[in-house]
């Protein structure tokens, strides 16, 4: 690996002492050094790309760029600094021409009860669900945690679908991650106050989305709010209505990718489980962690998984029943089984 300029500096940061004793130490191997960002590169992507598959593909193709440039690598920059430039063009590469993600309530009104539910739309027109555990550091500063939480919520992601690719990438490397302006020009091969113009026109598009979660108030999963679930998960696989009811925010959503139809209000909601829904009955919850929020998959009662399941709540109650049918790809990818084969270990 090649040393900066700068006496005493490696390429990815790191100091030597003086008298050159660390050239004897063992040296990380450049693919640990570049793994090690891996996490937070899944996160940077996922936010600009809205799909927790082509995130993972990004990152990759990224790793084997950086892998193949690894010897030219000579430290004028931090090596994350490096990897961050190569992720943000391929993403931009993976953008051009193609459409934005969506949910469903940003393509539509809420459907009625008795809206039919529809053909299925290709899995590119959806943002997509992503375990916590492939976009968030396991360990860190708590209030950086907490706004790296907020940043990945389903409702964010699709706002961030808005803006143009190099508005989403500005915003996020300022907002989010708080890069300075000049390491982002630098990044973008572009200057400060095209930067600083550009995030402007981000956040006066991300306001007029009624969306600015970068500087939303962090809701960390309290006591009241884990109570607040388990009897969530009570009601739902008792099929208890009359509670499920009591539990639900009057403005509650129900949204069920790859269907466009999505319904709003407690009522609707219900009405909904008791009619086309009613093969939730008998289903178990087995808890994941998903977009900064708790998370299920759902399997119906002979076992086969149905969904994965995003929570939003909003003042004490349920506020959102995001329920992602993909299982084919989603079960695997958090982790779960084929079959549901009983609660998780206590």
């Known amino acids: 690996m090649k040393r900066s300029s700068t006496s005493g500096t490696t390429a990815h940061g790191g100091t030597v002492p003086a008298d050159g004793g660390a050239e004897d130490a063992p040296q990380p191997e450049p693919v ?9 590169l899944t996160g940077y992507c996922y936010r600009m790309l809205g799909s927790a598959f082509e995130a993972e593909d990004a990152v990759q193709e990224t790793m ?15 090596l994350r600094s490096w990897l961050y430039r190569i992720a943000t063009h391929v993403c931009l590469d993976l953008l051009k021409g193609s459409q934005r993600r969506a949910r469903p309530m940003d393509l539509a009104s809420p459907s009625g009860v008795d809206t039919p539910i529809g053909t299925g739309l290709p899995e590119a027109t959806w943002i997509g669900p992503v375990p916590d555990q492939r976009v968030l550091a396991s360990a860190g500063d708590p209030a950086e945690t907490a706004v790296a939480r907020e940043s990945v ?27 300075p302006a000049r390491e982002v020009a630098e990044l973008l091969d572009s200057s400060v106050a095209s930067v ?20 939303s108030a962090p809701q960390p999963l309290d006591d009241a709010q884990q109570a607040l679930l388990r009897r969530y998960v009570d009601a739902f696989e008792r099929f208890d209505m009359e509670a499920l009811t009591a539990l639900l925010h009057e403005d509650c959503t129900l949204s069920m990718p790859p269907y466009a139809l999505w319904l709003r209000g407690r009522e609707d909601l219900v009405k909904w489980l008791l009619g086309p829904g009613c093969g939730c009955a008998g289903s178990r919850l087995v808890p994941v962690a998903a977009n900064g929020r708790a998370a299920f998959g759902q399997y ?23 329920c992602f049918l993909d299982t084919e790809r989603l079960f695997p990818l958090f982790g779960l089984p084929a079959r549901y084969g009983g609660p998780p270990p206590a």
């Open 64 to 78: 084997v760029r950086a892998w193949r440039s690894y010897d030219r690598f000579e430290g004028r920059s931090s």
């Open 153 to 179: 919520r389903l409702a964010f992601v699709s706002a961030l679908q808005r803006l143009a690719p190099r508005q989403r990438a500005v915003l996020i490397l300022r907002e989010v991650l708080s890069w």
């Open 300 to 322: 119906r009662a002979d076992g086969t998984p149905w969904a994965i399941q995003v929570i939003e709540t909003a003042d004490g109650r349920i506020g959102a029943l995001q």
């Open 32 to 40: 640990d050094l570049l793994e090690a960002y891996r996490t937070e």
């Open 196 to 215: 600083n113009s550009a995030l402007q026109r981000a956040r006066a598009t991300l306001a007029a989305a009624g969306d600015t979660a970068a500087d």
